[in-house]
């Protein structure tokens, strides 16, 4: 079964620390893909990882995947309330254009 | 570019009538995708088209619903007829298709509402 588990599911944390996102994916692929997802909004693409080892950074988030592993990792540095938001990862299996979701990881960021 | 465009923006109809949604791509890109999402089953993908032509419906819930591409700027759902539990909001998505990175675009989405 092709299938996507992300954990935690809901985060609370407060601004300036610091947190991981995982994503474990149930088969091989070297195509992962993170999306932010504000309330009510639509989803806005952050991060595609093309290869094992692969590590890609924007302001507070940085990206990394490891394909042996099947998992990838979302990272947050010291987090502002504007992070605030859904993230969701989803692969990419091979031979086909479709994206297999994760259920998403709240994200609250509070003062 | 003006990104994936869908319309309506909102829907609200009642049950047992036909819904139309619209979905016009981002110029250039070969692959279009619909995607359905609630709180209680997350974002679910129903269809996608690749050069025009169905490549996976198998997340096409039942037969009341259908979906087309009569060109590689237009493509449509329809739901006929609407229940209640059709509700939901629909994301069209679109991508150039291409192996090594398919990253998709996302449309607004359409928030439908089924009294």
């Known amino acids: ?111 | 570019d003006a990104g994936v465009i869908q319309s309506p923006r909102h829907e609200v109809t009642e049950m047992g009538q036909e819904v139309t949604l619209r979905c016009k791509p981002i110029s250039g890109h070969n692959s279009l995708f619909w995607y359905r999402q609630t709180m209680m089953r997350g974002l679910e993908l129903l269809i996608y088209f690749n050069n025009n032509v169905p490549i996976d419906d198998s997340g096409m819930p039942e037969d009341r619903f259908s979906a087309k591409m009569p060109n590689a700027s237009f493509s449509t759902l329809k739901i006929q007829p609407s229940e209640p539990r059709d509700s939901a909001v629909y994301f069209c998505a679109s991508s150039l298709g291409l192996e090594g990175s398919d990253t998709q675009y996302f449309g607004p989405g359409t928030r439908l509402t089924v009294l």
């Not at chain 1, 588990?5 to 991981?20: A, D, H, I, R, V």
């Not at chain 1, 290869?51 to 990792?73: F, H, I, P, W, Y």
């Not at chain 1, 969701?88 to 994206?99: E, P, V």
């Open chain 1, 1 to 111: 079964e092709l299938k996507v588990e992300q954990n935690p599911l809901f985060l609370s944390m407060q601004e300036g620390k610091n947190y991981t996102i995982y994503c474990n994916y149930s088969t091989t692929s070297d195509r992962l893909y993170w999306y932010r997802q504000d309330p009510g909004k639509s989803l806005e693409s952050l991060f595609v990882l093309l290869s094992n080892g692969a590590v890609k950074q924007e302001g507070r988030l940085m990206a990394s995947l490891d394909t042996k592993a099947r998992l990838s990792t979302l990272h947050i540095t010291a987090a502002v309330h504007d992070l605030s938001a859904t993230y969701f990862c989803a692969f990419s299996t091979y031979n086909t254009d479709k994206l297999i979701f994760g259920t998403g990881t709240r994200l609250q960021v509070f003062p």
